[in-house]
């Protein structure tokens, strides 16, 4: 699936490093290599863990306005394993109803670290197109029951909290006389209750310990997905295949040969982000030298660009011709 989003639509969230990389390659490559060579990083293709993490997300979807009993979920897995892939593909993909606004039947949110509670409220009064661009301790209580009420009206169903584990204080940080009682958690377990939304918790392995985070809010979210590392094995073929498939654009057949599937699983150790951007720089570069198909001095050149010529790793796919 390819999907462009506006950078300034509030319901999605980019990171600096995605950022700089997009503007890089902005200068870098013609207007033909951007529109074949970047689609690939939007690409989702499906393997069994992300099926299963898949379908409970649908599951709490549909459950969580229609039982009193709140339904949560933690997404676990290192950096770059696919969790905010996930996240976002299963928020483009819910279909039109009219039972929520388009685009807010699952909204996403980045936690960033040293998080707190009028944070979390103004981002989400943004998503749903309020101007209040900072929420003071005074006004958290008459900004809460405006977003409560935004929550309802445009039919809300799952809220996804990226980089949740963002959410744990920081050591030796105490709270304000001002935040007792109300922590982004317990502001989080307010939204479960009173506005009946699914909420999905997803970050790296220190979310294993949720119920340290917060008790009463783990007794909420009591189911657990964990996106890992690839092996090198049938599902790092299949998701080769994967996107060979999807590229309907551009051949990149060369990722099925052996050796360069096993090369460039030690390249990335199995991590998605890493093949991922990779394999758009395969797609540029190739797309750029006029060339009908994707070689293995594509590849190379890419690795280049990618780790720097300075790099300590020495170029597993060969020197790079002059």
């Known amino acids: 699936m390819t999907t462009v989003c506006d950078d300034d639509d509030d319901r999605f969230e980019f990171s600096s490093e995605d950022r700089e990389m997009e503007a890089r390659r902005l200068k870098m490559y013609s207007d033909k290599a951007l529109k ?6 939007q690409m989702f293709i ?9 379908a409970a997300l649908d599951r709490i979807f549909q459950l969580s306005t229609k039982v009193d009993m709140p339904h949560g979920m933690r997404l676990i897995g290192s950096s770059g394993t696919g969790k905010t892939s996930l996240l976002k593909y ?19 949110v980045r936690v960033p ?20 661009r900072r929420v003071t301790w005074d006004a958290m209580e008459q900004r809460i029951t405006v977003l409560l009420e935004a929550i309802r009206q445009k039919g809300t169903q799952l809220i996804m ?29 307010l939204l479960m209750d009173e506005a009946l939304i699914g909420t999905v918790f997803s970050g790296i392995n220190a979310l294993e310990g949720f119920a340290e985070l917060d008790q009463a809010l783990a007794s909420r979210v009591v189911g657990c997905h964990r996106l890992d ?22 051949d990149i057949h060369v990722l099925l040969e052996k050796e360069v599937s096993l090369k460039l699983f030690k390249v990335t150790e199995g991590n998605l982000r890493s093949l991922k951007r990779l394999l758009t720089e ?26 720097g010529a300075a790099s300590l790793k020495e170029n597993p796919f060969g020197p790079v011709s002059a």
């Open 90 to 108: 299963f928020q483009r993909s819910l279909p039109k109803s009219s039972l929520f606004a388009e685009g807010l039947g699952a909204i996403y």
């Open 282 to 307: 395969i797609v540029l570069v190739a797309v750029d030298s006029g060339a009908a198909k994707a070689e293995i001095f594509h590849i190379q050149k890419a690795y280049s660009l990618i780790y």
């Open 46 to 54: 499906n393997h069994p863990a992300f099926s299963d993490a898949l």
């Open 161 to 189: 909290f990226d980089e949740a584990h963002n959410l744990a204080p920081m050591p030796g940080r105490k709270k304000s006389s001002q935040e007792e009682g109300t922590s982004p958690t317990d502001f989080i377990r």
């Open 229 to 250: 590392l690839f092996k090198y094995d049938a599902t790092w073929i299949g998701l080769l295949r994967g996107f060979v498939q999807q590229s309907n654009q551009f």
């Open 113 to 132: 670290m040293n998080v707190s509670t009028p944070y979390l409220v103004s981002r989400l009064l943004r998503i749903y197109g309020y101007p209040f």
């Open 36 to 41: 074949i060579g970047l689609p690939v990083d």
